[in-house]
């Protein structure tokens, strides 16, 4: 099982960038997908996640109406889009999956498999 995360970069504040997410292995509409992010200094935290049927998605607080994740099963990719990009945004993003559940799409401990992390550098 493995998860390929791409799609960082430096932008300007405003900006947009699309993260993706590839899985290999059995990842399949089974499992849900979720993106986290970790800041230098700083835990990881929660920024979005779809689940396998992609019939729910949840985002941090912080993200909302900024950020949208979609996902194309058949391809079994994962993206997300993220404009209006601040500063604050700035942090290496990270893709994980877990076998579907009914526990919170936030919920960092139940994600099984992690991908390594993508930077994102949000700066003028």
């Known amino acids: 099982v493995q998860l390929q995360a791409s799609g960082g970069g430096l932008v300007q504040p405003g900006g947009s960038l699309k993260l993706s997410c590839a899985a290999s292995?059995?990842?399949?509409?089974?499992?849900?997908i979720g993106w986290f992010r970790q800041a230098p200094g700083m835990e990881r935290k929660f920024v979005a996640a779809?689940?396998?049927?992609?019939?729910?998605?949840r985002y941090a607080d912080a993200v909302k109406g900024r950020f949208t994740i979609s996902r194309h099963n058949t391809k079994r990719t994962v993206s997300l889009q993220m404009n209006s990009l601040k500063p604050e945004d700035t942090a290496n993003y990270y893709c994980?999956?877990?076998?579907?559940?009914?526990?919170?799409?936030?919920?960092?401990?139940?994600?099984?498999?992690w991908g390594q992390g993508t930077l994102v550098t949000v700066s003028s």
């Open positions: 292995g059995r990842i399949d509409s089974n499992y849900d």
């Open positions: 779809i689940k396998g049927s992609s019939s729910g998605t």
């Open positions: 994980a999956a877990r076998r579907r559940s009914v526990v919170d799409l936030a919920t960092t401990s139940t994600y099984t498999y």
